[in-house]
């Protein structure tokens, strides 16, 4: 295995071993038809938590092998660890800009949005959902008296036969 890993090269052998297209592919990630197409040409790369939500999807195998390794790179893209245990050096990666004081807010500050919009959506999901469960208990409660009622207008109408029945005999 290489020291770098392709990351469009290994995304795209896991979504064709998946025998996925692209658009269901980012369906199945809750990603963009096009973030799809930019993965694989090279143009941007996933963040961790689609690269982990995709090796959920993939089976065991050689791609799931380059799959593990590209999320292992990401990570320490990401959060590198330092070279030598001793000096205590940080290795330079693409992402060496972003551990400024500015940068490191600035990303800070997009994630926290990026977290609270997706918040936003989940409670507003919720909400809906509380809703229709309250107007399903409200549509059985309606059917359950209306059943009520008319399982007790036929015991009437069944109590008041059984009694014409024995009157005339």
């Known amino acids: 295995m290489a020291t770098t890993l392709s990351a469009p090269k290994v995304i795209r052998r896991v979504r064709q071993r998946l025998q996925l297209s692209q658009e269901a592919l980012s369906r199945a990630l809750n990603a963009t038809k096009g ?5 694989e040409r090279g143009r941007n790369n996933p ?3 689609r690269l982990l939500a995709l090796r959920q999807l993939c089976p065991t195998g ?3 092998k380059e799959l593990d390794g590209l999320i292992k790179q990401t ?8 070279n030598d245990a001793g000096k205590g050096e940080q290795k330079a990666t693409r992402y060496t800009h972003l551990y400024t004081d ?26 809906k959902r509380e809703e229709e ?3 399903l208990r409200v549509l059985e409660s309606i059917v359950k008296g209306v059943l009520e009622g008319s399982k007790s207008d036929l015991r009437a109408k069944v109590g008041e036969s059984g009694a014409a029945s024995s009157d005339n005999a």
């Not at 973030?35 to 993965?39: L, S």
């Not at 990570?75 to 330092?82: R, S």
């Open 75 to 82: 990570q320490t893209d990401v959060a590198p660890l330092p």
């Open 62 to 64: 050689p791609e799931r």
């Open 47 to 49: 963040d961790l938590a």
């Open 102 to 127: 500015q940068g490191t807010i600035r990303l800070l500050r997009k994630e926290n949005d990026r977290l609270h919009n997706q918040v936003t959506r989940l409670e507003t999901a919720l909400k």
């Open 133 to 135: 469960a309250e107007r």
């Open 35 to 39: 973030a799809i197409q930019h993965w």
